[in-house]
């Protein structure tokens, strides 16, 4: 029996486990070729080289090698059939749906910070359309990004603009039980969000469990440093993680951050506590062809090999 085919025989005992309490009683396929401690979660086109084109038979191939979530940005751009098409095949499997972003109209030009009742009303039409395709492709979170820096305007009222959106949008999230989480990045000087003790301070002013951190160790090197230092600081309102070594933003093992250590204390933490994180691989492959994406699950079996 392929190991693919034999994935659905199995999730009952997966799902019984997580049933049971223990969150990290089945991370991988129970006959995957690698079993890892944490829920790393791939998106379209990393393995496609290995697996062909076809978005099902990439599913396929991340649950043969471990990788039992999925991370797609573009999902709620996607037609309805394939949305329900991917849904279903990552059942069978037993692949945890991970993030899609939140569609608001256009990043930056919309910021949030602004105020305008406009953008607002365009970011609140994004919350309830995502609300539709996270019940077809049973998702929980969606990122959010608020958008640039309204310079014309004090940064203590920029914030309070934003946490009023954000309450809004938590309110159409809460009744559903989905996690908008907000993620700082570091493409560019004029976004609004940078840092994670900036995103803790507004999730806490929010106050809602629909109001969360998306952790981007990629991101967040760059911004800010101190990893496991920042990632322990606001751990309360870190929902989600995503991964990516810097410099390069490519898989672990290619840039400056020590991921095994990083991986530790995000798994010994999260052991501790009962919660179960999905790992994004929001990062591109060090290697083209089928040889780049070898290796890049070498790269993942290496830096999830930490001792416990």
Known sequence: MLRRNFV???????????????????????FAKNQFKLKYAPHFGMFQNKAGKDNIDQLKFMADNGFMALEDNGMM?????????????MTRLGIQMGVFVVDKGGNGANTLAAGKPEYVDIFLNGCKKAVETAKRVNAKWMTVVPGNFERNIPIGVQTGNVIDALRRGAEILEPHG???????LSDSPDLFLRTSEQTYEICRAVNSKSCKILYDIYHMQKNEGRLIYNIEKTWSEIDYFQIGDEPGRKEPTTGEINYKNVFKYIY???KKENRNFIMGMEHGNSKSGAEGEDALIKAYVESDSFTV
Request: glycine letters at 8%.
């Open 8 to 30: 659905k025989s199995t999730l009952g005992i997966a799902g019984a486990a997580v049933a049971a309490g223990d969150a990290f009683a089945a991370q991988s396929a129970p």
């Open 77 to 89: 751009g996607r037609p309805v059939d394939e949305q329900e098409k991917i849904a279903k095949e």
């Open 178 to 184: 989905l996690v908008m989480v907000l993620e700082p």
């Open 268 to 270: 010994e933490r999260s």
